[in-house]
Nanobody, 125 residues
Framework: QVQLVESGGGLVQPGGSLRLSCAIS????????IGWFRQAPGQERERVAC???????NSVDSVKGRFTISRDKDKNTVYLQMNGLKPEEPAVYYC???????????????????WGKGTQVTVYS
């Protein structure tokens, strides 16, 4: 059974940084795509960034140059380094995994089967 556990969320001021971690069990990064998605209250879940088994990354334009998705195969963990956080970016950040998408480049939330419970990111002035 695939399980994902997110960590690293918290409080940060605008312009600050956080690094989110997604620890994965029951699946190997060699044959899975991993994505980070976020959902703010009253809004739909949106794509942040994804990485596939070929280490191809896909991120939404609004975070390019500020957020970086990466992976550590030895730890079976995927990270989301977030720099320059903006006041409009507080949300619950979720990681998702799916072995069927190991070659996927599109990063679409509805295609992912396995989800973590999320970690809260709050940006405050």
């Amino acid at each position: 059974q695939v399980q994902l556990v997110e960590s690293g969320g918290g409080l940060v001021q605008p312009g600050g940084s956080l690094r989110l971690s997604c620890a994965i069990s029951g699946s190997t990064l060699d044959y899975a795509a991993i994505g980070w998605f976020r959902q703010a209250p009253g809004q739909e879940r949106e794509r942040v960034a994804c990485i596939n088994s070929y280490v191809y990354t896909n991120s939404v334009d609004s975070v390019k140059g500020r957020f970086t998705i990466s992976r550590d195969k030895d730890k079976n963990t995927v990270y989301l380094q977030m720099n320059g956080l903006k006041p409009e970016e507080p949300a619950v950040y979720y990681c998702a995994a799916d072995g069927r998408l190991y070659r996927d480049r599109r990063c679409l939330a509805h295609q992912y089967k396995h989800w973590g419970k999320g970690t809260q990111v709050t940006v405050y002035s």
